[in-house]
C-alpha cells in the first residue's frame, strides 16, 4: 500500500493531467448532443401540469416541480427547467391553452428519461408565447 502511495505522490502531475483532459472532453459531447439531438416538434395540448413533490431521503428533502404537457400527437413531454429566463414552471403550464397547437423544441437525447425535455416552446406559427398573459 505505501508503494502505491508513494507513486500517487510521486506522479500527482500525471492525474491532474488526465482529470482535466477528461473534464475538457465532456464540453463538446455535451454540445454535441444538444445540437444534433434537438428537434421542433407541432403538436396539440391536452393538459399541462406542474405538481410540487418533496425528494431526498430520510429529514433532508427539498421541492422540486414534475413538470408535464400531454399532447395529442407527441405524447407527454417533460419540462425539467423554465423555459424563459424570470418566467417560472407553473407559470409555463398554467399558460398553455388547453386545445391549442404549439411547436415545442425538445431534445430528443433519451437516458435516464422515457419523456422528450423541452427546451423551448413556440406558437403554431413560430412567433414566441406570451407566458404574462391569460387568454
Not at 439531438?37 to 395540448?45: A, L, N, R, S, W
Not at 407527454?76 to 415545442?104: A, C, H, N, Q, W
Request: contains cysteine.
Amino acid at each position: 500500500m505505501k508503494k502505491v502511495f508513494n507513486y500517487i505522490r510521486e506522479n500527482w502531475i500525471l492525474y491532474w493531467i488526465i482529470f482535466v483532459l477528461f473534464a475538457m472532453a465532456m464540453t463538446p459531447v455535451k454540445r454535441y448532443t444538444d445540437s444534433h439531438y434537438t428537434q421542433e416538434m407541432t403538436c396539440t395540448v391536452k393538459s399541462a401540469s406542474t405538481v410540487w413533490r418533496m425528494r431526498g431521503s430520510g429529514k433532508i428533502s427539498s421541492p422540486s416541480p414534475d413538470s408535464s404537457v400531454v399532447t395529442e400527437e407527441c405524447g407527454t413531454l417533460m419540462l425539467y427547467r423554465p423555459v424563459l429566463d424570470g418566467v417560472g414552471m407553473e407559470e409555463t403550464t398554467d399558460s398553455l391553452v388547453v386545445g391549442k397547437k404549439y411547436i415545442f423544441v425538445v431534445n430528443k437525447y433519451l437516458v435516464f428519461d422515457n419523456f422528450y425535455n423541452i427546451q423551448d416552446i413556440k406558437e403554431a406559427d413560430g412567433s414566441p408565447v406570451n407566458f404574462g398573459s391569460s387568454e
